[in-house]
T-cell receptor, first 115, second 113 residues
Framework: DVKVTQSSRYLVKRTGEKVFLECVQD?????MFWYRQDPGLGLRLIYFSYDVKMKEKGDIPEGYSVSREKKERFSLILESASTNQTSMYLC??????????????FGPGTRLLVL | AQSVTQLGSHVSVSEGALVLLRCNYSSSVPPYLFWYVQYPNQGLQLLLKYTSAATLVKGINGFEAEFKKSETSFHLTKPSAHMSDAAEYFCAVVVPNFNKFYFGSGTKLNVKP
């Protein structure tokens, strides 16, 4: 079974703090993704990566950055957290690069509250 | 542009009744289509996917969906709802050559005893 783990289930941070969300997958997947999930808006893609040290912007990258130094780990960084970044953050991975029909496997999510 | 529309943010059915969750997409080329389920406080789990093989796709937990190109639809059905089906369901589309998932806004299914 594919396992995608996220470093925290719940996180509370203050406005202006730098926030790191970590995601690790254990199945040697090439692709990794970060989404945020908000009620009524579904999932929106923040960033994705097809390979180590490679990243591409999704639909809502503003205020976020990412890092992929190792194949199994994909980090989402909020450089200066703001209250409008309060959300559920979901990490996902899929097996092979640039194959859109590949199933994405999701982590349990991190619920972030920015005060 | 690609988009996914899920009609009905909340659907309520009685246990044993038919489940029908609607999904329509817009795409200039035949897409790949997915249904995911999210149980409370969990990530998303794949229910089924359509990747240009059979138009009627069977998934886990008794769910199935039919790709209808003429209607640009991929509705999810289950003949008989179970209490354990209560969850949020997301339809997603991936257009070849775009390599990104576009998710619908989700439908929360409530199952009444």
């Amino acid at each position: 079974d594919v396992k995608v783990t996220q470093s925290s289930r719940y996180l509370v941070k203050r406005t202006g703090e730098k926030v790191f969300l970590e995601c690790v997958q254990d199945m040697d997947h090439e692709n990794m993704f970060w989404y945020r999930q908000d009620p009524g808006l579904g999932l929106r893609l923040i960033y994705f990566s097809y390979d180590v040290k490679m990243k591409e912007k999704g639909d809502i990258p503003e205020g976020y950055s990412v890092s992929r130094e190792k194949k199994e780990r994909f980090s989402l960084i909020l450089e200066s957290a703001s209250t409008n970044q309060t959300s559920m953050y979901l990490c996902a991975s899929s097996l092979r690069s640039r194959r859109p029909q590949e199933t994405q496997y999701f982590g349990p999510g991190t619920r972030l509250l920015v005060l | 542009a690609q988009s996914v529309t899920q009609l009905g943010s909340h659907v309520s059915v009685s246990e044993g009744a038919l489940v029908l969750l609607r999904c329509n997409y817009s795409s200039s080329v035949p897409p790949y289509l997915f249904w995911y389920v999210q149980y409370p406080n969990q990530g998303l789990q794949l229910l089924l996917k359509y990747t240009s093989a059979a138009t009627l796709v069977k998934g886990i937990n008794g769910f199935e969906a039919e790709f209808k190109k003429s209607e640009t639809s991929f509705h999810l059905t289950k003949p008989s709802a179970h209490m354990s089906d209560a969850a949020e369901y997301f339809c997603a589309v991936v257009v070849p050559n775009f390599n990104k998932f576009y998710f619908g806004s989700g439908t929360k299914l409530n199952v009444k005893p």
